[in-house]
T-cell receptor, first 110, second 110 residues
Framework: EADIYQTPRYLVIGTGKKITLECSQT?????MYWYQQDPGMELHLIHY???????EKGDLSSESTVSRIRTEHFPLTLESARPSHTSQYLC?????????FGPGTRLTVL | KQEVTQIPAALSVPEGENLVLNCSFT??????LQWFRQDPGKGLTSLLL?????REQTSGRLNASLDKSSGRSTLYIAASQPGDSATYLC?????????FGTGTSLTVIP
């Protein structure tokens, strides 16, 4: 069983605020991912990392940034949140060809 | 680019019925195919992983099959229960990236 943690689970903030969504995993997986998912819609890959100090942008253009200073930690930051950032953000890690997901963060920007 | 399609988008069945969910992918050069379950507002839970060399995997009432040559995978759910109500997603792994379908929303009516 994979253990991936995301905090906060829910966040409501005002426009212009800086926020960081946290993601941690305890399995020692090198590969980690951030997806954005609107209700009833497909997952869009926004960032991924193949290991410490490795970060790449995904298919979906995003104004967010990520960092990977430690294997277990992959935070996502929005410097200035906007209503268009309202969505669910899912963090995942993978070992081999199997992917494991965290519970997600539901972000609402007013 | 790999494209993954799931049909139907939504399905409603009475309790106890056996059902099949379909997943198709355009590029047969995949390493594996993974089936997930997603409850509303939650992350994805891995159900079954089929390696490219395998034809099927079983877990309890779930059976997933893979036919790479035709670009298809099916998820068979036996004796459906109301607790099976959720969205089911498939994801194809190409060696570099995971490609997700948009999911099938399943409702099992008591």
């Amino acid at each position: 069983e994979a253990d991936i943690y995301q905090t906060p689970r829910y966040l409501v903030i005002g426009t212009g605020k800086k926020i960081t969504l946290e993601c941690s995993q305890t399995m020692g997986h090198d590969k980690m991912y951030w997806y954005q998912q609107d209700p009833g819609m497909e997952l869009h890959l926004i960032h991924y990392s193949y290991g410490v100090n490795s970060t790449e942008k995904g298919d979906l253009s995003s104004e967010s940034t990520v960092s990977r200073i430690r294997t277990e930690h992959f935070p996502l930051t929005l410097e200035s949140a906007r209503p268009s950032h309202t969505s669910q953000y899912l963090c995942a890690s993978s070992v081999g060809a199997e992917q494991f997901f965290g519970p997600g963060t539901r972000l609402t920007v007013l | 680019k790999q494209e993954v399609t799931q049909i139907p988008a939504a399905l409603s069945v009475p309790e106890g019925e056996n059902l099949v969910l379909n997943c198709s992918f355009t590029d047969s050069a995949i390493y594996n195919l993974q089936w997930f379950r997603q409850d509303p507002g939650k992350g994805l839970t891995s159900l079954l992983l089929i390696q490219s060399s395998q034809r099927e995997q079983t877990s309890g009432r779930l059976n997933a099959s893979l036919d790479k040559s035709s670009g298809r995978s099916t998820l068979y759910i036996a004796a459906s229960q109301p607790g099976d109500s959720a969205t089911y997603l498939c994801a194809a792994f190409t060696g570099n990236q995971f490609y997700f379908g948009t999911g099938t929303s399943l409702t099992v009516i008591p």
